[in-house]
């Protein structure tokens, strides 16, 4: 089955740039997509389409994809961005849908 | 605005069924895929089925393939989720999930429904 791979977790300060990869080998055909999830909530989509976001979501955040690996980069993270992110996408028969394993952002 | 409630969890044992729901308003349900996503506890997020807005082509994971039956009441605005022959490796929070109108993803989300299978 298909996966999409994420690194467990990621830690930066206050202030830097974190940046979060996906990695699977239908990425250069699909787009990916990035959720945010605050400890006990639900997801929140911050970007669409690779790259795209949506209304609401800080400026930021911003995406970009290139060939098999995906990225969500927070520019300029704050304490507030701590949160399980989690990349979304389809496989090529687009029937399946998956969500990688999620990666913890520690900004502290 | 989008509000999605889900509602059917519980405690149950294992080999026994259970069927959530999930109340959706402030869109034009008729319209719309939806999903069921999952979260075991301490876990990722792991997608379990998609329905097609007009309920004519249903999919679901590897994972729940032949047991899980994921349906819609357009009368009643209500998705489903009819889980047969429950393991322990089930329990977690299940959250429906309104798929965008332009594309194959999740846009809107309820808040979840925990299910735990276990004697």
Redesign the interface.
């Known amino acids: 089955?298909y996966e999409l791979t994420q690194p467990p977790s990621v830690s930066v300060s206050p202030g830097q740039t974190a940046r979060i990869t996906c990695s699977g080998d239908a990425l250069p055909k699909k787009?990916a997509?990035w959720?945010q999830?605050k400890s006990g909530q639900?997801?929140?989509?911050v970007i669409?389409?690779d790259s795209k976001r949506?209304s609401g979501i800080p400026e930021r955040f911003s995406g970009s994809s290139s060939g098999t690996m995906a990225t969500l980069t927070i520019s300029g993270a704050q304490v507030e961005d701590e949160a399980?992110y989690?990349c979304?996408s389809?496989d090529i028969s687009?029937?399946?849908?998956?969500?990688?394993?999620?990666t913890k952002l520690t900004v502290l | 605005q989008v509000q999605l409630v889900e509602s059917g969890g519980g405690v149950v044992q294992p080999g026994r069924s259970l069927r959530l729901s999930c109340a959706a308003s402030g869109f034009t349900f008729s319209t719309y895929g939806m999903h069921w996503v999952r979260q075991a506890p301490g876990k990722g997020l792991e997608w379990v089925a998609v329905i097609w807005f007009d309920g004519s082509n249903k999919f679901y994971a590897d994972s729940v393939k032949g047991r899980f039956t994921i349906s819609r009441d357009i009368s009643k605005n209500t998705l489903y989720l009819q889980m047969n022959s429950l393991r322990a490796e089930d329990t977690a929070v299940y959250y429906c999930a309104r798929e965008s109108g332009s594309g194959s993803y999740p846009d809107s989300w309820g808040q979840g429904t925990l299910v735990t299978v276990s004697s």
């Open positions: 089955s787009y997509y959720y999830q639900a997801p929140v989509l669409y389409e949506p399980d989690s979304y389809t687009v029937y399946h849908r998956v969500f990688g394993g999620g």
